[in-house]
């Protein structure tokens, strides 16, 4: 089995590539798989699959959490599966540098980088599972997380394959500033970012190439078949030709987490311009010389 994973900064398409991957035959898409610790608890908040039932009702799944629950060590809040950053952002910040820039013999004394060993493990142990599921294919977990890279590529279990995707900032940072709901300044959302950028393209670089493939949003979306035929060549199956602004019927996912798109049944390949449209933030990028680059 080939675990595939979707690194990117939030609001760049994920879910817009995870569900035209998964609609291959081949392909199992399992969504944001960090979340699986608060579906699995039923946190508030996080219980409904993609399939729009719950996850403990979803077929699915149903078989995946009776195999876990097998397992005491596993039970309650102790199953995390989200890799543990700081909130405070200066300290993430150093985070994300210790585990880009620093030997892991270095980093396995520090409290941090063991408790996202037993999370990798955690991790893992979900993938195992889902091994029932994708025994011979490959298994899509599109959680986005750079933190994750170095605990994946360092594990022998299955192959893993990173799929880089990113977005003109400028949309990136319109729709962070849009989703935030007042609670983000055009600055602040910029600044959020550009520093995300250059931390996803650090922990990129450290992929082996033949592990590693960049998929810009714009593309994927205006020439949808070029970059079908990257994807064959890198996972190895055959895609299926997606055309613009048509409408696409999908087949039933399960995914975890994700935007409200994942609970679609159709969906055009329409690329989102809102940022292009809004005068204010045009005003924005034009007074830092951002608007025509």
């Known amino acids: 089995m080939t675990l595939v994973y979707i690194v990117s900064d939030v609001r ?3 879910t817009l590539l995870d569900t035209i991957l998964s609609q291959n035959d081949s392909i199992t898409s399992i969504g944001e798989a960090h979340h699986f610790g608060k579906y699995f608890t039923r946190e508030e908040g996080f219980e409904m699959c993609s399939c729009s039932r719950k996850i403990h009702d979803c077929e699915f799944w149903k078989i995946i959490i009776e195999e876990l629950e ?10 995390a599966t989200r890799f543990t950053l700081s909130d405070v952002p200066f300290v993430r910040i150093i985070q994300h540098l210790s585990l880009i820039l620093l030997p892991d013999n270095f980093l396995s004394v520090t409290k941090f980088h063991r ?14 599972k889902l091994r029932v599921l994708a025994p011979e294919g490959i298994l899509l977990d599109s959680s986005k997380n750079p933190e994750a890279i170095p605990y994946l590529l360092g594990q022998k279990s299955c192959e ?13 940072t319109h729709s962070k500033y849009l989703r935030s709901n007042g609670r983000m ?15 996803i ?3 990129a670089q450290k992929v082996p190439s033949r592990k590693h493939v960049r998929i810009n949003y714009e593309e994927l979306v205006r020439r949808p078949d070029r970059v079908m035929n990257i994807l064959e060549d890198f996972l190895g199956v055959t895609l299926d030709s997606i055309g613009q602004e048509s ?3 999908l087949k039933e996912i399960h995914n975890l987490g994700g935007s409200p798109h994942r609970f679609n049944k159709r ?11 809004d005068k204010q933030y045009l005003k924005f990028l034009k007074r830092l010389n951002l608007l025509n680059r």
């Open 201 to 203: 393209k650090k922990y």
């Open 160 to 172: 893993v394959r990173i799929i880089h995707l990113v977005r003109d900032y400028r949309a990136v």
């Open 115 to 128: 408790r996202n060993k037993v999370i990798s493990g955690n991790r893992f142990t979900l993938v195992d």
């Open 267 to 277: 969906f055009k390949l329409v690329e989102d311009l809102k940022w292009k449209s």
């Open 12 to 14: 760049s398409g994920s």
């Open 70 to 79: 097998k397992d005491s060590s596993l039970l309650g809040r102790s199953f």
């Open 247 to 249: 409408a696409i019927e």
């Open 185 to 199: 300044s055009f600055n602040k959302a910029l600044v959020s970012t550009l520093i995300k950028a250059w931390i």
